[in-house]
């Protein structure tokens, strides 16, 4: 597998080893030897699934006192993942990086704790993948609006779908809460 490193500080993009041949293909999605060979040195306690259609849009999430490491992949598909960092001290807080992750490039990002995190689907359907090293906490939930202007991401689509509940997240400047 290759690691790069990402402009967002200890956000990592991983190109995994993929083995091809007539029938398919193989690659290991999480050896926890290799990741931590690599810097990604944290223990992963939950695996979520999701499967969307084109144009919708999940984040921008975060856990505020159950923070989470995050491993993601786009299993099927295709997303555009996007990392937002919440750090205070971080020499790229308030930046923001996006991923195209998709079932053919077969990529992963790790997004650290700190960081709000979400993705958009770009093809017809899409299964996104992540490993979690901090179990899910409901209450603990909090987030940024995905069309924050003061952020202007651009997420590669002009109108997605979107929940009740993250179209009412705040902008990342009226965040009561900080890492």
């Not at 689907?121 to 906490?137: G, M, N, P, R, W």
């Not at 590669?156 to 779908?161: Q, Y």
Request: glycine content about 8%.
């Amino acid at each position: 597998m290759k690691v790069f490193k990402t402009k967002l500080q200890d956000v990592l993009l991983i190109e995994p080893k993929v083995f091809r041949d007539p029938r398919g293909f193989f690659l290991e999605t999480y050896n926890s030897r290799r990741y931590h060979g690599q810097g990604i040195d944290v223990p992963m306690v939950q695996d979520n699934r999701a499967f969307s259609s084109k144009g919708v849009l999940r984040g921008l999430h975060f856990q505020k006192n159950f923070p989470q490491d995050k491993l993601v992949w786009a299993p099927h598909g295709e997303v555009m993942d996007i990392a937002l960092d919440l750090r205070k001290s971080s020499p790229t807080y308030g930046q923001w990086e996006a991923y195209h992750l998709t079932g053919e490039n077969h990529l992963q990002a790790f997004i650290p704790v700190g960081f709000a995190h979400g993705y958009v689907v770009l093809s017809d359907t899409a299964e996104f993948a992540y490993k979690c090293s901090e179990f899910y906490h409901p209450e603990d939930e909090g987030g940024v609006v995905w069309n924050d202007p003061d952020l202007a991401i651009d997420w590669g689509i002009a109108d997605p779908i979107i929940s009740e509940k993250d179209a009412k997240l705040p902008r990342m400047r009226d965040l009561d809460f900080s890492f």
